[in-house]
């Protein structure tokens, strides 16, 4: 299964945009990308996913690299409620998908 | 979204009793849905892949008998968690996708405690 790399931790300011980068060096073809939240003491929430052109839905956008290598899961205007721990993930598309692996994940904080 | 269910929520039980974990997917049919185990402050881990009608798939490490799964219909799985110990203690989680979509969806996962 190819991995994704992620920071740890990052902080973001209320209703400020807050950038969260993946490193997915070996991202093969059939590889779609995907981004699930997870709030304490819940089952992960199915944010976006893209293969390889930019995605914008509700909650949020994901840009991907052209080389497919990297993406970046863009908040708009982060929220106290954005507080959780971001998971990017490859998954193969159809055939109901395939099993999805997480790795540890961003721990995002927001400040008022 | 599509919606998947897990019954119940929490659980207490006492060492060496079984507890079964319920996971349903309440508008679509899922011939394939995942269990997980979370452990305090650590990411979910797959324990196996549960075949509608078939046996089955466990990770490497997860004893296949003492994690009993049962996918006996296109909409519900089980975990069964034999002869529970402490160190059971988790949040399992399942999930499911519909065939011809790619994004999962997550039930709200269950707190087992085992004293």
């Known amino acids: 299964d190819a991995k994704t790399t992620q920071p740890n931790s990052m902080e973001s300011n209320e209703e400020e945009p807050v950038h969260l980068p993946c490193n997915h060096s070996t991202i093969s073809g059939t590889d779609y990308i995907h981004w699930y939240r997870q709030l304490p003491s819940q089952g992960p929430e199915y944010v976006i996913h893209g293969l390889t052109s930019n995605v914008n839905n509700r909650m949020a956008s994901l840009a991907i690299a052209e080389d497919r290598k990297s993406s970046t899961l863009i908040l708009h205007r982060a929220t106290l409620r954005d507080a959780a721990v971001y998971y990017c993930?490859?998954?193969?598309?159809?055939?109901?998908?395939?099993?999805?692996?997480f790795g540890q994940g961003t721990e995002l904080s927001v400040k008022p | 979204g599509a919606v998947v269910s897990q019954h119940p929520s929490r659980v207490i039980c006492k060492s060496g009793t079984s507890v079964k974990i319920e996971c349903r997917s309440l508008?679509?049919?899922?011939?394939?849905m995942f269990w997980y185990r979370q452990f305090p402050k650590q990411s979910l881990m797959l324990m196996a892949t549960s075949n509608e009608g078939s046996k089955a798939t466990y990770e490497q490490g997860v004893e296949k008998d003492k994690f009993l799964i049962n996918h006996a219909s296109l909409t519900l799985s089980t975990l069964t968690v034999t002869s529970a110990h402490p160190e059971d203690s988790s949040f399992y989680i399942c999930?499911?996708?519909?065939?011809?979509?790619?994004?999962?969806?997550f039930g709200q996962g269950t707190r087992l405690t085992v004293v």
């Open positions: 999930s499911a996708s519909k065939w011809s979509g790619t994004e999962a969806f």
């Open positions: 993930i490859l998954r193969i598309f159809g055939n109901q998908g395939g099993k999805l692996i």
């Open positions: 508008d679509f049919q899922a011939t394939t």
